[in-house]
T-cell receptor, first 114, second 110 residues
Framework: DSGVTQTPKHLITATGQRVTLRCSPR?????VYWYQQSLDQGLQFLIQ???????AKGNILERFSAQQFPDLHSELNLSSLELGDSALYFC?????????????FGPGTRLTVT | LAKTTQPISMDSYEGQEVNITCSHN???????ITWYQQFPSQGPRFIIQ???TKVTNEVASLFIPADRKSSTLSLPRVSLSDTAVYYC???????????FGSGTRLQVQP
């Protein structure tokens, strides 16, 4: 158990809909990262927050947004969902904001868009 | 974005040493290189990290040459439970975005 929790574990929704994925970091960790893992794309970095502020951004689609709240939990919002958004979404946390990136990953949320 | 290259798969037998190399360019000068292990349907798990030369912990060693254009994860005396996918993680120079390698699927046989 990494100490990172993600909800829900599974999510099935239809194209065009909007969903919110939730992540609670390990106690004491200030950084939260979001990743997308699909079969043909591997692990893709989406975005990082540190203590409530956006710190780094990967190739995150404009339909996706995230935020980190004062209690340090984070939410990833996915809107106008497409079939290609079906994937495992992982959240990770770390103590610091930069290197070294010793991240602790949650169990993931499996999103299925039908 | 930083570019990374890893072998798609490797096969080994129990008790052997396995070396997995990740080639990476355009990475942040002052950032560490990190390696993760992932089992099916689980989140990646941190193995080891290093900046240069050699780092060793209780499960692996990491070799990084002076030019930092590659890194090699060394797993001594692998067992069946080491069957997993192994990823390198680097940071892009300037943008601070992170790039995972494409992953190397290691299959350990008895």
């Amino acid at each position: 158990d990494s100490g990172v929790t993600q909800t829900p574990k599974h999510l099935i929704t239809a194209t065009g809909q909007r969903v919110t994925l939730r992540c609670s970091p390990r106690s004491g960790d200030l950084s939260v990262y979001w990743y997308q893992q699909s079969l043909d794309q591997g692990l893709q970095f989406l975005i990082q927050y540190y203590n409530g502020e956006e710190r780094a951004k990967g190739n995150i689609l404009e339909r996706f947004s995230a935020q980190q709240f004062p209690d340090l939990h984070s939410e990833l919002n996915l809107s106008s969902l497409e079939l290609g958004d079906s994937a495992l979404y992982f959240c990770a946390s770390s103590v610091g904001q930069g290197s070294p990136y010793e991240q602790y990953f949650g169990p993931g949320t499996r999103l299925t868009v039908t | 974005l930083a570019k990374t290259t890893q072998p798609i798969s490797m096969d080994s037998y129990e008790g052997q040493e396995v070396n997995i190399t990740c080639s990476h360019n355009n990475i942040a000068t002052n950032d560490y290189i990190t390696w993760y292990q992932q089992f099916p349907s689980q989140g990646p798990r941190f193995i080891i990290q290093g900046y240069k030369t050699k780092v060793t912990n209780e499960v692996a060693s990491l070799f990084i040459p002076a030019d930092r254009k590659s890194s090699t994860l060394s797993l001594p005396r692998v067992s069946l439970s080491d069957t997993a996918v192994y990823y390198c993680l680097v940071a892009d120079t300037g943008r601070r975005a992170l790039t995972f390698g494409s992953g190397t699927r290691l299959q350990v046989q008895p």
